[in-house]
C-alpha cells in the first residue's frame, strides 16, 4: 500500500509559500543591515574572555583600582640611521605634543603635563619609544591609524616609526578581522555557486539555495546583534567569521539533501506538491536530526570556562537553528514556487519506476539494481571485499592519525597571529633590538602592602626580568616617590627581557607565581604575559572536559535516532578516527608544508566540534536511507543502496562545507587559516573515505546485527514501512553530479 501524495487546497497552495517567502524577506530586510553594525558590539580583547576565578582577571581588577582610566598603551618606536645625540634627543621630543593631540589619547591629570612617558631612548642610542596612552578604548583601530598618521607627517629625518605595543596589536588584529564582513562572505558564496553550478548545471538552483543560506544567516546575525547588544554573549571578531561560514555550509547542505529528494520525486509523478511532500517525508528526519546533533554539540561549548568559547556555542547554534528553519521552510516554498523550473535547462520528467526488489541487475549485489556510475563501483567493491575494504580503510586513518602527536597546540605569541604584513609586529621586533622586548606590557604584580619591599626583591631577582617598579600614580617611575596604596594593595610593574607575549615571557609568570607566594600569600600575578598564558591553559582544560560531554551527548542522539546501540557505536568510532586523522594530516602540513610557529590552544576544540559535529551530519543522512532501505529489502542490500542514492548528494554537500569553511583562509590570522584547512581536510576525509568506505564496508560486514536491539535486527528484513516510506513505494536514485533522467530502481 502506497503512502498517500500530499495535496493541500488551492487556497492553501497559494498562500502558504507566499506567507513563508514574505516572513523570510522580511527577516533578510532586518537582518541585512546589521551586517554592517556588528562590528560595534564585537570585542576582540583576550582578557575579557577569561574566567572570572583566572589569577590574571584577579590582578586586573586590582589593576583598575590603580588606575584613573581603563586606557590601553601604544608604544611609539622610532628608530634612528644614526646614533640620537642630546640635541637629535630634543628634536624628538616635540613629537610629544603631537601625540598627545591626537583625538582618543588620554589626557593629562594636573599637574602632570602630559599622560604621555617619553623620549625614552634606548641604550645604544638608535630609538627612542614613547608610551601613549590610549583612553578611547572602543575605538583603538582609528586612534592608532590617527597616531602613525602623525608620527609619519612629523617624522625626523632619517627614522622609521612604527607604533605597537598592546594598542598597536589589537588594531592590527582588528584590520584583518575587517574582512569577514566583506570578502570572506564574498569569497564563500562566490565558491558555493560555483560548486552548485558544476553539480546541477542548472542557473536558478544555486541562486535559489544560496538565497536560503544567506537569509539563514540574515536571521542569524539579527539575533546574534541582539543578544550582544544586551551583554548577554560576548561577540568576537573570530565567533563572527565561524558563524557566518557554518551557517553558508549547513544551510547549503541541509537544502542539498531536500533538493537531492524533490528531483527524485519529481521523476516519480507530476504534481510537483506531491513531489515536496514526498521530500519532505524523506529528508525532515535526517536534516532535523542533522541540526540537532550539531547544536547539541555546540551547546556543550557552554561548559567552557573561556568566555569565548562558551559565547561561541550558542552563536554557532543559533545559525545551525536558522539553517535548518531555512531549509524546511523556506527553500520548500521556492521549490514549490519554481518546481521544475528551478532545475532548468535540465527540468526533471517523469521517468518508468521499478519497485524495491531484493534482487540485483544483471549479476549485481541486491541493492544495487539502477545505480550506476561512481557509486555502483564502490557498492561492488563493498559486497564483494567488504571486510578487507573497511580494515585497509580503518589502517589508512590510522597511519594518518599519528601525526597528532607532532601537533603544537600550546598558543603562539600575539605578534604571530597576524599572518599579514603588520606595522605593530614589525615594531615589536625592532623594540626587542632596541629595548627591553617587554617594555610597554609589564608583568603586574599586586602584593600586600607590608610584604612590598620583600616581594619587589623577589622579583628583581626572577631571571628574565629587566626593572621593577612600585606604582606611584605617574606615567614614569619617579625616584623617591612614595607608592600608591589602595585597600592595603601596591601594585609592582615588572619588565621582561623577552617579548611580552612570547612563550619565554609565560615561562617567567610561572616562576614568578612559584616563588612569590612563598613571599606573599595573597600576591597575584597578572598583565598582558599572565592573560595569554590563563587563556592558553583554560582552553587546554577546556579540551578534556568538552570532549568526553560532546561524545556522550551525540551517542544519545544517534541511539534515539537509530534505535539501536551497536550503529551509533559504529558512527562515533569512525567521527573520532577521521577527526584524530585529520587532526594528524594538519599537524604535519603545519609544521613541514606552511612552516606555522605552532596553534592556538583552542584549535583542537574546535576542530573536534566542528568535525566530530559534521562528520555524525553526513553518516546521519547516509544511516537514516540505509535503515529506511533495510526495512524494506533487508540490511546489506539496505547499505549498498543506501550508498548508492545518497552518495552524490553527501559528496557534494561535502565539498561545499569544505569550500566554505576554506573560506576561512582568506583572513590573515592564524587561527583562522588552521581551523579552515582542519576542516576543510577533515570533511574532505569523511565525506569521501569516512562515509564512502569505511561506515557502509564495516555495517555491511556486520549485517543485521549493526541494528541491535531494534526490531530491524530481530526482523531482519520488514515488508512493513520504515519512517513512513512503505514497502510498495518507489523511489529513484538521486545523483546531484547528473542531469539526464535518474536512475531506475
Same mark, same amino acid.
Given at each position: 500500500?502506497?503512502?498517500?501524495?500530499?495535496?493541500?487546497?488551492?487556497?492553501?497552495?497559494?498562500?502558504?509559500?507566499?506567507?513563508?517567502?514574505?516572513?523570510?524577506?522580511?527577516?533578510?530586510?532586518?537582518?541585512?543591515?546589521?551586517?554592517?553594525?556588528?562590528?560595534?558590539?564585537?570585542?576582540?580583547?583576550?582578557?575579557?574572555?577569561?574566567?572570572?576565578?583566572?589569577?590574571?582577571?584577579?590582578?586586573?581588577?586590582?589593576?583598575?583600582?590603580?588606575?584613573?582610566?581603563?586606557?590601553?598603551?601604544?608604544?611609539?618606536?622610532?628608530?634612528?640611521?644614526?646614533?640620537?645625540?642630546?640635541?637629535?634627543?630634543?628634536?624628538?621630543?616635540?613629537?610629544?605634543?603631537?601625540?598627545?593631540?591626537?583625538?582618543?589619547?588620554?589626557?593629562?591629570?594636573?599637574?602632570?603635563?602630559?599622560?604621555?612617558?617619553?623620549?625614552?631612548?634606548?641604550?645604544?642610542?638608535?630609538?627612542?619609544?614613547?608610551?601613549?596612552?590610549?583612553?578611547?578604548?572602543?575605538?583603538?583601530?582609528?586612534?592608532?591609524?590617527?597616531?602613525?598618521?602623525?608620527?609619519?607627517?612629523?617624522?625626523?629625518?632619517?627614522?622609521?616609526?612604527?607604533?605597537?605595543?598592546?594598542?598597536?596589536?589589537?588594531?592590527?588584529?582588528?584590520?584583518?578581522?575587517?574582512?569577514?564582513?566583506?570578502?570572506?562572505?564574498?569569497?564563500?558564496?562566490?565558491?558555493?555557486?560555483?560548486?552548485?553550478?558544476?553539480?546541477?548545471?542548472?542557473?536558478?538552483?544555486?541562486?535559489?539555495?544560496?538565497?536560503?543560506?544567506?537569509?539563514?544567516?540574515?536571521?542569524?546575525?539579527?539575533?546574534?546583534?541582539?543578544?550582544?547588544?544586551?551583554?548577554?554573549?560576548?561577540?568576537?571578531?573570530?565567533?563572527?567569521?565561524?558563524?557566518?561560514?557554518?551557517?553558508?555550509?549547513?544551510?547549503?547542505?541541509?537544502?542539498?539533501?531536500?533538493?537531492?529528494?524533490?528531483?527524485?520525486?519529481?521523476?516519480?509523478?507530476?504534481?510537483?506538491?506531491?513531489?515536496?511532500?514526498?521530500?519532505?517525508?524523506? &529528508?525532515?528526519?535526517? =536534516? %532535523?536530526? !542533522?541540526?540537532?546533533?550539531?547544536?547539541?554539540? @555546540?551547546?556543550? #561549548? +557552554? /561548559?567552557?570556562?573561556?568566555?569565548?568559547?562558551?559565547?561561541?556555542?550558542?552563536? &554557532?547554534?543559533?545559525? =545551525? %537553528?536558522? !539553517?535548518?528553519?531555512?531549509?524546511?521552510?523556506? @527553500?520548500?516554498? #521556492? +521549490? /514549490?514556487?519554481?518546481?521544475?523550473?528551478?532545475?532548468?535547462?535540465?527540468?526533471?520528467?517523469?521517468?518508468?519506476?521499478?519497485?524495491?526488489?531484493?534482487?540485483?541487475?544483471?549479476?549485481?549485489?541486491?541493492? +544495487?539494481?539502477?545505480?550506476?556510475?561512481?557509486?555502483?563501483?564502490?557498492?561492488?567493491?563493498?559486497?564483494?571485499?567488504?571486510?578487507?575494504?573497511?580494515?585497509?580503510?580503518?589502517?589508512?586513518?590510522?597511519?594518518?592519525?599519528?601525526?597528532?602527536?607532532?601537533?603544537?597546540?600550546?598558543?603562539?605569541?600575539?605578534?604571530?597571529?597576524?599572518?599579514?604584513?603588520?606595522?605593530?609586529?614589525?615594531?615589536?621586533?625592532?623594540?626587542?633590538?632596541?629595548?627591553?622586548?617587554?617594555?610597554?606590557?609589564?608583568?603586574?604584580?599586586?602584593?600586600?602592602?607590608?610584604?612590598?619591599?620583600?616581594?619587589?626583591?623577589?622579583?628583581?631577582?626572577?631571571?628574565?626580568?629587566?626593572?621593577?617598579?612600585?606604582?606611584?600614580?605617574?606615567?614614569?617611575?619617579?625616584?623617591?616617590?612614595?607608592?600608591?596604596?589602595?585597600?592595603?594593595?601596591?601594585?609592582?610593574?615588572?619588565?621582561?627581557?623577552?617579548?611580552?607575549?612570547?612563550?619565554?615571557?609565560?615561562?617567567?609568570?610561572?616562576?614568578?607565581?612559584?616563588?612569590?607566594?612563598?613571599?606573599?600569600?595573597?600576591?597575584?600575578?597578572?598583565?598582558?604575559?599572565?592573560?595569554?598564558?590563563?587563556?592558553?591553559?583554560?582552553?587546554?582544560?577546556?579540551?578534556?572536559?568538552?570532549?568526553?560531554?560532546?561524545?556522550?551527548?551525540?551517542?544519545?542522539?544517534?541511539?534515539?535516532?537509530?534505535?539501536?546501540?551497536?550503529?551509533?557505536?559504529?558512527?562515533?568510532?569512525?567521527?573520532?578516527?577521521?577527526?584524530?586523522?585529520?587532526?594528524?594530516?594538519?599537524?604535519?602540513?603545519?609544521?613541514?608544508?606552511?612552516?606555522?610557529?605552532?596553534?592556538?590552544?583552542?584549535?583542537?576544540?574546535?576542530?573536534?566540534?566542528?568535525?566530530?559535529?559534521?562528520?555524525?551530519?553526513?553518516?546521519?543522512?547516509?544511516?537514516?536511507?540505509?535503515?529506511?532501505?533495510?526495512?524494506?529489502?533487508?540490511?546489506?542490500?539496505?547499505?549498498?543502496?543506501?550508498?548508492?542514492?545518497?552518495?552524490?548528494?553527501?559528496?557534494?554537500?561535502?565539498?561545499?562545507?569544505?569550500?566554505?569553511?576554506?573560506?576561512?583562509?582568506?583572513?590573515?590570522?592564524?587561527?583562522?587559516?588552521?581551523?579552515?584547512?582542519?576542516?576543510?581536510?577533515?570533511?574532505?576525509?569523511?565525506?569521501?573515505?569516512?562515509?564512502?568506505?569505511?561506515?557502509?564496508?564495516?555495517?555491511?560486514?556486520?549485517?543485521?546485527?549493526?541494528?541491535?536491539?531494534?526490531?530491524?535486527?530481530?526482523?531482519?528484513?520488514?515488508?512493513?514501512?520504515?519512517?513512513?516510506?512503505?514497502?510498495?513505494?518507489?523511489?529513484?536514485?538521486?545523483?546531484?553530479?547528473?542531469?539526464?533522467?535518474?536512475?531506475?530502481?
Amino acid at each position: 500500500m502506497e503512502t498517500k501524495d500530499w495535496m493541500p487546497q488551492r487556497w492553501l497552495r497559494i498562500m502558504l509559500p507566499t506567507l513563508l517567502i514574505l516572513l523570510w524577506l522580511a527577516v533578510a530586510g532586518l537582518g541585512g543591515p546589521t551586517f554592517g553594525k556588528i562590528s560595534s558590539v564585537s570585542s576582540n580583547d583576550q582578557a575579557s574572555f577569561l574566567p572570572a576565578s583566572a589569577e590574571s582577571t584577579l590582578a586586573r581588577q586590582w589593576q583598575q583600582k590603580f588606575l584613573d582610566s581603563k586606557s590601553i598603551p601604544a608604544i611609539v618606536l622610532l628608530v634612528s640611521e644614526s646614533k640620537i645625540d642630546d640635541a637629535g634627543l630634543g628634536a624628538y621630543a616635540s613629537l610629544a605634543g603631537t601625540l598627545g593631540a591626537v583625538p582618543g589619547v588620554e589626557a593629562p591629570v594636573p599637574p602632570a603635563p602630559s599622560s604621555i612617558a617619553g623620549p625614552i631612548p634606548s641604550e645604544d642610542r638608535k630609538a627612542v619609544e614613547f608610551i601613549v596612552p590610549i583612553s578611547d578604548t572602543g575605538n583603538v583601530k582609528t586612534v592608532v591609524a590617527d597616531l602613525r598618521e602623525a608620527v609619519a607627517a612629523n617624522l625626523p629625518p632619517g627614522a622609521t616609526a612604527y607604533v605597537t605595543g598592546p594598542a598597536g596589536l589589537t588594531a592590527d588584529l582588528v584590520n584583518a578581522f575587517g574582512g569577514i564582513d566583506g570578502i570572506l562572505l564574498l569569497v564563500a558564496l562566490v565558491a558555493v555557486f560555483v560548486i552548485l553550478l558544476v553539480v546541477y548545471r542548472s542557473v536558478v538552483l544555486p541562486v535559489l539555495v544560496l538565497l536560503t543560506s544567506v537569509f539563514a544567516l540574515c536571521a542569524s546575525i539579527l539575533v546574534v546583534y541582539a543578544l550582544a547588544s544586551m551583554d548577554w554573549i560576548t561577540l568576537s571578531g573570530q565567533s563572527q567569521g565561524i558563524l557566518s561560514i557554518l551557517v553558508i555550509g549547513a544551510a547549503t547542505d541541509y537544502s542539498l539533501l531536500l533538493v537531492a529528494r524533490y528531483r527524485e520525486a519529481l521523476h516519480a509523478v507530476d504534481s510537483k506538491w506531491a513531489a515536496l511532500g514526498r521530500a519532505l517525508r524523506g &529528508a525532515w528526519e535526517p =536534516i %532535523a536530526a !542533522s541540526g540537532a546533533t550539531v547544536i547539541i554539540a @555546540l551547546l556543550c #561549548l +557552554l /561548559v567552557s570556562d573561556l568566555n569565548s568559547n562558551r559565547s561561541l556555542g550558542p552563536i &554557532a547554534a543559533i545559525g =545551525i %537553528a536558522f !539553517s535548518l528553519l531555512s531549509a524546511l521552510t523556506f @527553500l520548500p516554498a #521556492l +521549490l /514549490v514556487l519554481f518546481g521544475r523550473g528551478a532545475f532548468w535547462p535540465f527540468r526533471p520528467k517523469v521517468v518508468k519506476l521499478h519497485r524495491h526488489s531484493s534482487s540485483g541487475d544483471a549479476g549485481a549485489p541486491a541493492g +544495487l539494481a539502477g545505480i550506476t556510475g561512481l557509486w555502483r563501483r564502490v557498492g561492488l567493491l563493498i559486497a564483494a571485499r567488504p571486510r578487507t575494504t573497511w580494515i585497509a580503510t580503518l589502517i589508512l586513518l590510522a597511519a594518518a592519525s599519528t601525526g597528532v602527536l607532532q601537533l603544537q597546540a600550546n598558543g603562539v605569541s600575539q605578534t604571530q597571529i597576524i599572518l599579514a604584513p603588520s606595522n605593530a609586529v614589525d615594531g615589536q621586533k625592532a623594540l626587542g633590538e632596541h629595548f627591553d622586548a617587554g617594555s610597554g606590557s609589564p608583568v603586574v604584580v599586586i602584593a600586600t602592602e607590608d610584604r612590598a619591599a620583600a616581594v619587589r626583591e623577589a622579583v628583581a631577582a626572577q631571571p628574565g626580568v629587566s626593572d621593577v617598579a612600585l606604582y606611584s600614580g605617574s606615567g614614569r617611575p619617579v625616584p623617591g616617590a612614595p607608592a600608591v596604596v589602595e585597600d592595603g594593595r601596591v601594585l609592582i610593574n615588572a619588565t621582561l627581557v623577552e617579548p611580552a607575549d612570547s612563550q619565554a615571557a609565560e615561562q617567567v609568570v610561572r616562576e614568578l607565581r612559584a616563588a612569590l607566594p612563598a613571599v606573599d600569600a595573597d600576591v597575584l600575578v597578572g598583565g598582558v604575559t599572565a592573560i595569554a598564558l590563563d587563556t592558553n591553559e583554560t582552553a587546554q582544560r577546556d579540551l578534556w572536559k568538552i570532549v568526553p560531554l560532546v561524545l556522550v551527548v551525540i551517542l544519545l542522539v544517534l541511539m534515539v535516532l537509530l534505535r539501536s546501540v551497536v550503529a551509533p557505536l559504529v558512527l562515533m568510532g569512525s567521527v573520532v578516527l577521521s577527526y584524530t586523522a585529520a587532526m594528524g594530516v594538519s599537524a604535519l602540513v603545519f609544521n613541514h608544508v606552511f612552516g606555522f610557529p605552532g596553534a592556538d590552544a583552542t584549535v583542537p576544540l574546535f576542530g573536534f566540534v566542528f568535525l566530530v559535529a559534521l562528520g555524525v551530519d553526513y553518516n546521519i543522512f547516509l544511516m537514516t536511507r540505509v535503515r529506511e532501505e533495510s526495512a524494506l529489502i533487508g540490511t546489506r542490500p539496505g547499505v549498498l543502496r543506501g550508498l548508492g542514492v545518497t552518495g552524490g548528494v553527501i559528496t557534494s554537500a561535502g565539498v561545499v562545507l569544505a569550500a566554505t569553511f576554506a573560506a576561512l583562509g582568506v583572513i590573515p590570522l592564524l587561527f583562522l587559516a588552521q581551523l579552515a584547512f582542519i576542516v576543510a581536510f577533515g570533511v574532505l576525509l569523511d565525506t569521501v573515505v569516512v562515509r564512502s568506505l569505511l561506515v557502509p564496508a564495516l555495517v555491511y560486514d556486520l549485517g543485521k546485527v549493526v541494528w541491535w536491539p531494534s526490531r530491524l535486527w530481530r526482523d531482519g528484513s520488514s515488508s512493513g514501512s520504515a519512517h513512513g516510506v512503505s514497502a510498495g513505494s518507489t523511489t529513484v536514485a538521486a545523483e546531484p553530479a547528473r542531469t539526464g533522467p535518474a536512475a531506475r530502481r
